[in-house]
């Protein structure tokens, strides 16, 4: 067994002992009057810092989430590729930065109904890799601790597949020439591409559809119905289409 395989399997029961044991209720979360909820800061639209306050699609979302439990919202900031491992030991009780629901996953925390659909798209400069054949013999770089990783493992054609901590960092890793190809969240992705105009970049291929959803403890079912109720509240009265208008220009919500 590999040093990766080793780290994963130790994770994983490390997760599997932990969570339940150590994750606030629903009534605790209520008793205490607040939510701890976690998020990289570094996923624009989705939660990022403008200046010193965390803003975003996901902050909009969490905070409104809190207010309709009847507590309040306090946000923690971690490196994405730690949050699963950080939920177990009980450090928040919510993660806001969205993940990709998998199989894999889901042996280890427990995911709230998805909150939107994407997938996970090449961004390159002008006259860059757009396909995923078009990735031969290209250096691609993407965040570690996301399955754009594990996908583009799958690709013995790239020439190399760069990790680095955040998404900003990839895309600052396409900006400097340092990879051929950044691979993101689709969204992220067209974020840049907006904000970057000189840059030339072009969405290119979804290579991997996604369900994204906050994540909650393994085992804790109490939080869980909770936020799935009012996320389905949310989505139903116009709130999530108000908030969504203020970062996109399109319905992201799954079909």
Not at 221 to 230: F, I, P, R, S
Request: some cysteine; overall charge positive.
């Amino acid at each position: 067994m590999n040093a990766k395989k080793i780290s994963l399997l130790l994770v994983a029961i490390a997760l599997f002992f932990s969570s339940a044991a150590t994750a606030r209720t629903l009534e605790e979360i209520k008793k205490a009057g607040v939510i701890r909820i976690a998020a990289d800061g570094a996923t624009p639209p989705f939660n990022y810092f403008k200046g010193k306050e965390l803003v975003g699609f996901e902050v909009d979302l969490g905070n409104e989430i809190a207010k309709r439990l009847g507590v309040k919202a306090e946000w923690v900031v971690k490196p994405f590729n730690t949050l699963l491992v950080a939920i177990a030991e009980d450090r928040f009780d919510l993660i806001a930065t969205s993940h990709a629901k998998t199989a894999k996953r889901a042996e280890v925390v427990d995911f709230i109904n998805p909150h939107y659909c994407t997938g996970a798209a090449i961004i390159s400069k002008e006259g860059g890799p757009k396909t995923a054949k078009d990735l031969k013999d290209k250096v691609v770089v993407t965040a570690v601790g996301t399955v754009y990783f594990d996908k583009l493992k799958t690709m013995p054609w790239i020439k190399e597949v760069r990790t680095v901590p955040n998404e900003m960092d990839g895309l600052q890793s396409l900006l400097g020439g340092r990879a051929d190809a950044w691979v993101t969240e689709k969204f992220v992705g067209l974020e840049a591409i907006a904000k970057h105009k000189d840059a030339k970049l072009g969405l290119g291929e979804v290579i991997l559809p996604q369900e994204n959803a906050m994540v909650v403890a393994k085992g804790n079912v109490t939080l869980e119905k909770a936020v799935n109720k009012v996320l389905k509240d949310i989505m139903a009265d116009g709130t999530y289409s108000k908030d969504l208008k203020k970062y996109f220009e399109q319905d992201i919500r799954c079909k």
